[in-house]
T-cell receptor
Framework: GQQLNQSPQSMFIQEGEDVSMNCTSS?????WLWYKQDPGEGPVLLIA?????ELTSNGRLTAQFGITRKDSFLNISASIPSDVGIYFC????????????FGTGTLLAVQP | GAGVSQSPSNKVTEKGKDVELRCDPI?????LYWYRQRLGQGLEFLIY????????KSGLPSDRFSAERTGESVSTLTIQRTQQEDSAVYLC???????????FGQGTRLTVV
């Protein structure tokens, strides 16, 4: 199925470190969303972005909607053990229905 | 309800049997999505319902897969003649009209043996 390119695939970091992950596409998106998924759970929405260039924060999380509308990044500052999980980007294609396409995911492991 | 509810939470079925998975969206949400997530993989889009519009079925992998939605409420995803490669977590999400922020249920873990 159709998925966005997301990198890195996995990250293993020490508590307190900052983290950055991104999604890219050859298509233009209207909206970018970032989700976190814990084991055995459904994804939980973290941040929503609606305008090119928009930079939005949610606590230690910061995400940006790329100027070209084809990419987005998520930063996590001062990571803590509970940040462990899989992070997914999702985008709504420009001109399409509200169908959301998801990235391939970034597995984050944080060592105390 | 307060959130998206999916049932059953787990389903083990024999190869060749049909299964039905149910999703109750958040009350008032007109949009409903189904995704498939294989072990260790991302979310694969299956189908999208928006109000009374024709559903976007572009992600359904084969004609063994179908989904229905009753008005703006419950949806069922049906997989006929299940195969082992159908084993995955099936996730449902809903969003309010005109809003792309989708909220997920906990999923149904399907195991085909």
């Amino acid at each position: 199925g159709q998925q966005l390119n997301q990198s890195p695939q996995s990250m293993f970091i020490q508590e307190g470190e900052d983290v950055s992950m991104n999604c890219t596409s050859s298509s233009i998106f209207n909206t970018w969303l970032w989700y976190k998924q814990d084991p055995g759970e459904g994804p939980v929405l973290l941040i929503a972005l609606y305008k090119a260039g928009e930079l939005t924060s949610n606590g230690r999380l910061t995400a940006q909607f790329g100027i070209t509308r084809k990419d987005s990044f998520l930063n996590i500052s001062a990571s803590i053990p509970s940040d462990v999980g899989i992070y997914f980007c999702a985008g709504q294609l420009r001109g399409a229905t509200n169908k959301l396409i998801f990235g391939t995911g970034t597995l984050l492991a944080v060592q105390p | 309800g307060a959130g998206v509810s999916q049932s059953p939470s787990n389903k083990v079925t024999e190869k060749g049997k049909d299964v039905e998975l149910r999703c109750d969206p958040i009350s008032g949400h007109t949009a409903l999505y189904w995704y498939r997530q294989r072990l260790g993989q991302g979310l694969e889009f299956l189908i999208y319902f928006q109000g009374n519009s024709a559903p976007d079925k572009s992600g359904l992998p084969s004609d063994r897969f179908s989904a229905e939605r009753t008005g703006e409420s419950v949806s069922t995803l049906t997989i006929q003649r299940t195969q082992q490669e159908d084993s995955a977590v099936y996730l449902c999400a809903s969003s309010a009209q005109g809003d792309t922020e989708a909220f997920f249920g906990q999923g149904t873990r399907l195991t085909v043996v």
